[in-house]
């Protein structure tokens, strides 16, 4: 079975700072990872995904994350943070690019709080 | 480029009566999955229709079940419904059951 721990379930920042939204997952097997953001009243939309193309990937609107294989993370990153970056961010696993026998396994999100 | 469109946007039912959602995918996409978030938490894996059939499920009762039509719209059918069935449902599509997916807006389900 898979698993998602996103750290902190919300996380404030001011305006221009560095966003860190923490995620580490549980797979057997070598898994796909994903971040999606959800703007309030909304779908997911996706902002990056990792499919072992690379560790380092880029997304939209400026944002980053990493895949760190020994310390089985994949936390989301952005240099300087905007007012319309505030949304709930999910992180996903999957043991397969289009869900895997179990879907896409979601943590519980994290609350990005921006301070002007 | 049509995204994945749901229907309706907000239901109100009482507890006992049945529902169903609707779903069309994103165009050229084949694959549809459902998923639930409750209030205050991710996502949570009902189940894939491929070819019209029920390819995976989570870990949901008999009470949830779907269809999938030959034009790869779906539905999502709860019978019985219990207060701990509202949530906000989702539908994502993808191509083949084998490339990223894609969410919907989602239908909010509100049971009394």
């Known amino acids: 079975a898979q698993s998602v721990t996103q750290l902190g379930s919300h996380v404030s920042v001011s305006e221009g700072a560095l966003v860190l939204l923490r995620c580490n997952y549980s797979s057997s097997v070598p898994p796909y990872l994903f971040w999606y953001v959800q703007y309030p009243n909304q779908g997911l939309q996706l902002l990056l995904k990792y499919t072992s193309a690379a560790t380092l990937v880029k997304g939209i609107n400026g944002f980053e994350a990493e895949f760190k294989k020994s310390e089985t993370s994949f936390h989301l990153t952005k240099p300087s943070a905007h007012m319309s970056d505030a949304a709930e961010y999910f992180c996903a696993v999957s043991d397969h690019l289009g869900g895997g026998a179990d879907g896409l396994t979601f943590g519980k999100g994290t609350h990005l709080i921006i301070q002007p | 480029d049509a995204g994945v469109t749901q229907s309706p946007t907000h239901l109100i039912k009482t507890r006992g009566q049945q529902v169903t959602l609707r779903c069309s995918p994103k165009s050229g996409h084949d694959t549809v999955s459902w998923y639930q978030q409750a209030l205050g938490q991710g996502p949570q894996f009902i189940f894939q229709y491929y070819e019209e059939e029920e390819r995976q499920r989570g870990n949901f009762p008999d009470r949830f079940s779907g269809h999938q039509f030959p034009n790869y719209s779906s539905e999502l059918n709860v019978n019985a419904l219990l207060l701990g069935d509202s949530a906000l449902y989702l539908c994502?599509?993808?191509?083949?059951?084998?490339?990223?997916?894609?969410f919907g807006p989602g239908t909010r389900l509100t049971v009394l």
């Open positions: 994502a599509s993808s191509l083949k059951r084998a490339t990223t997916q894609y």
